[in-house]
């Protein structure tokens, strides 16, 4: 089951096209994300560095090195549109690493509506609020270069984000959920090392699970018992090929969530969600964090062999 929007709110559609078989959308059903209490990072020591001091050398003292220079943000027009539910606008880079299994750390959550560049000092396309659909927004930070910081871009693939200084917050990321899909596998790492591994289904034949990094955007209630009463993890990540999906499900995003059965689990049966037990669910929705990075690739590399 895919997440889907309808009007400012995010909502579920619906209907059984054979059990044990994934439901499709097709009837309209109330549901949105469950906005949720954001934690209160640790308060960061402030450490004040010495300044350099001065070498002699044959021509007299050592000239400063001087500090690299943050290129200017260029005014974001007015009329730029927001990066909401539906898909992201584009312009915005690819994720140079989108297989990358180093976990991101730390999360960006905007404290007004900012503007996301192309690149440090670039153009401006799209801003970024605080909230999406009424959700807190966190996104994982990919990289940093000369005062600007990247971001994995929601409502997008493999597409990031550049922000100049200043509007946001930013919050330790402490795990990161990694799918092998040809292994079926899904495993819950924190601060670097494995937790926890299930068994999961995902994306059928032309509806295949994206790959590449993406993130928790936000949880909802299930909207029906084929969930198994359990809440569900909506990411920002969106179909490949939107037109491959049913009708009712375009412009939907990948979920991460349970079902009634356990039958399908290794199987690629769904519409491109990833599916696991309702206990592994459980365990994920009481100690996974909004903005936590979720990692699909085909499979991990083997690690080096110990001697």
């Given at each position: 089951?895919?997440?889907?929007?309808?009007?400012?709110?995010?909502?579920?559609?619906?209907?059984?096209?054979?059990?044990?078989?994934?439901?499709?959308?097709?009837?309209?059903?109330?549901?949105?994300?469950?906005?949720?209490?954001?934690?209160?990072?640790?308060?960061?020591?402030?450490?004040?560095?010495?300044?350099?001091?001065?070498?002699?050398?044959?021509?007299?003292?050592?000239?400063?090195?001087?500090e690299e220079t943050v290129p200017a943000a260029a005014p974001a027009?007015?009329?730029?549109?927001?990066?909401?539910?539906?898909?992201?606008?584009?312009?915005?880079?690819?994720?140079?690493?989108?297989?990358?299994?180093?976990?991101?750390?730390?999360?960006?959550?905007?404290?007004?509506?900012?503007?996301?560049?192309?690149?440090?000092?670039?153009?401006?396309?799209?801003?970024?609020?605080?909230?999406?659909?009424?959700?807190?927004?966190?996104?994982?930070?990919?990289?940093?270069?000369?005062?600007?910081?990247?971001?994995?871009?929601?409502?997008?693939?493999?597409?990031?984000?550049?922000?100049?200084?200043?509007?946001?917050?930013?919050?330790?990321?402490?795990?990161?959920?990694?799918?092998?899909?040809?292994?079926?596998?899904?495993?819950?790492?924190?601060?670097?090392?494995?937790?926890?591994?299930?068994?999961?289904?995902?994306?059928?034949?032309?509806?295949?699970?994206?790959?590449?990094?993406?993130?928790?955007?936000?949880?909802?209630?299930?909207?029906?018992?084929?969930?198994?009463?359990?809440?569900?993890?909506?990411?920002?990540?969106?179909?490949?090929?939107?037109?491959?999906?049913?009708?009712?499900?375009?412009?939907?995003?990948?979920?991460?969530?349970?079902?009634?059965?356990?039958?399908?689990?290794?199987?690629?049966?769904?519409?491109?969600?990833?599916?696991?037990?309702?206990?592994?669910?459980?365990?994920?929705?009481?100690?996974?964090?909004?903005?936590?990075?979720?990692?699909?690739?085909?499979?991990?590399?083997?690690?080096?062999?110990?001697?």
């Open positions: 089951m895919l997440f889907d929007r309808i009007g400012s709110r995010l909502r579920w559609t619906a209907v059984a096209v054979g059990v044990p078989l994934l439901l499709v959308t097709a009837g309209i059903t109330g549901w949105r994300l469950t906005p949720q209490p954001e934690p209160t990072p640790a308060a960061q020591p402030v450490v004040e560095q010495p300044a350099p001091e001065e070498s002699e050398t044959p021509d007299g003292p050592e000239a400063p090195v001087p027009p007015d009329d730029l549109p927001v990066v909401d539910y539906d898909p992201a606008p584009r312009g915005f880079p690819a994720d140079p690493e989108p297989l990358d299994p180093a976990p991101l750390t730390e999360g960006v959550h905007p404290t007004r509506r900012i503007a996301a560049y192309t690149e440090p000092g670039g153009k401006p396309v799209a801003f970024l609020a605080p909230t999406i659909n009424g959700v807190e927004l966190t996104m994982p930070v990919v990289e940093r270069r000369t005062g600007w910081t990247a971001v994995l871009l929601p409502s997008a693939n493999r597409t990031l984000a550049w922000l100049p200084p200043g509007g946001f917050t930013t919050v330790p990321l402490r795990d990161q959920i990694v799918v092998e899909r040809r292994h079926h596998r899904l495993t819950w790492y924190r601060d670097g090392r494995a937790v926890r591994s299930w068994q999961v289904s995902l994306g059928q034949s032309g509806q295949e699970t994206p790959l590449g990094r993406t993130f928790v955007l936000g949880r909802t209630e299930p909207p029906d018992s084929v969930y198994g009463g359990v809440d569900i993890f909506a990411l920002g990540a969106i179909p490949d090929d939107p037109d491959s999906v049913p009708s009712g499900l375009r412009g939907a995003h990948i979920g991460l969530h349970s079902w009634y059965h356990d039958g399908e689990l290794g199987r690629n049966t769904t519409n491109g969600c990833i599916r696991l037990t309702k206990s592994g669910q459980r365990q994920l929705l009481s100690e996974v964090r909004p903005g936590t990075e979720v990692l699909v690739v085909d499979e991990l590399p083997e690690p080096p062999p110990t001697a």
